[in-house]
């Protein structure tokens, strides 16, 4: 059987990560205003967004000891109870709202954030069981949450965002490649993140 060029085009799509098959990526830069935590929104062509860690977070080497979606004391993100198709129930929150806290065994601590705006219709409960999934799967199992953009809004939600060129040029023209970025030394970041936190 002789393989046609459309035949081995099909082959390779399909041996593509699922990311890359069905999601457009995009990147919020230096969440919080803390240096390198990059996040990612995934959407998929049906308009909802994943967030996960984007693939150079320091959090992708290390251990995570907890992830806690209560970011207050009036505000826990993993109370949502949908109901009909309009989503009731859902959490509206904004690019800056607070979405989780992570925390690593080496003391640093993370604040994640929504990045768009929109619903959210569920976070990753299983980060509660197994934190660690935030590491070892952060582009599949260890996604942090699912947001609904404004119907209206699910062609342009993600145009303040960087695409993936622009976040490697991003990367790049610090003079930080993904994997060196990963490996640094993140004292500073640490002081920062838990500075904000504390905030």
Known sequence: MTLTAEDLEDINVKQLPVLDRYYKKSYYIDAGKCKGNDLLVAQHHNGLCLIMLAESHPVIQKT??????????????????????????????SPTSKLC???????TI??????IRGKLLEVNDNLKITPNLLSTHWNSDGYLAIIQPRKEEEKTITKSLFTEEQYTKHLNSEGTSKHELMEKDDSQAKRHCNDLQHA
């Open 64 to 93: 995570v000891k907890s992830i806690n979606f209560k970011i207050s004391d009036q505000c826990d993100r993993s109370d949502i109870v949908l109901s009909g198709k309009k989503k009731r129930g859902a959490q509206f929150v």
């Open 110 to 115: 993370y604040t994640m954030y929504c990045c």
């Open 101 to 107: 806290i992570v925390t690593c065994t080496d003391d």
